[in-house]
């Protein structure tokens, strides 16, 4: 979890604590009901909490999916990279071989 989301949790739980304490101080229902409502705030933050929770995982299922997307792609470049050095290096090769092969063949032909 990111740290500004850690701070948004924060202030929401102690938003949430301060709402009931004066809910609580203030209340002109009977003590059933205030309880209830109590509750009621208490699996709404709790959804609320969960709700958060979940996008973030989402989320950062999301970005480790798009950096293994980029991480493949940078290993793909590279490795294409290297073999084009290594197709210039046996072209190389290949073309000196040739030479000394068709000196050869001259002193042959003599």
């Known amino acids: ?13 102690t938003g949430a604590a ?4 004066f ?3 203030y209340a002109p229902d009977k003590g059933s009901r205030t309880r209830e409502k109590i509750n009621d705030g208490y699996d709404e ?3 609320n909490l969960k709700h958060k929770y ?12 798009l950096f293994k997307q980029n991480n493949l792609q940078e290993t793909y470049d590279e490795m294409l ?4 050095h290594k197709t210039e290096d046996v072209i ?3 073309e ?7 000196e050869q063949n001259a002193k042959l032909q003599k």
């Open 1 to 13: 979890m990111s740290n500004n989301a850690g701070s948004t949790l924060l202030a929401l739980l």
């Open 18 to 21: 301060i709402g009931a304490g």
């Open 23 to 25: 809910g609580i101080l």
């Open 45 to 47: 933050a709790k959804n």
């Open 54 to 65: 979940e996008n973030a995982a989402e989320e950062l299922k999301h970005k480790i999916s």
């Open 81 to 84: 990279s290297n073999v084009s």
């Open 92 to 94: 190389s090769f290949l």
């Open 96 to 102: 000196e071989k040739l030479a000394s092969l068709k």
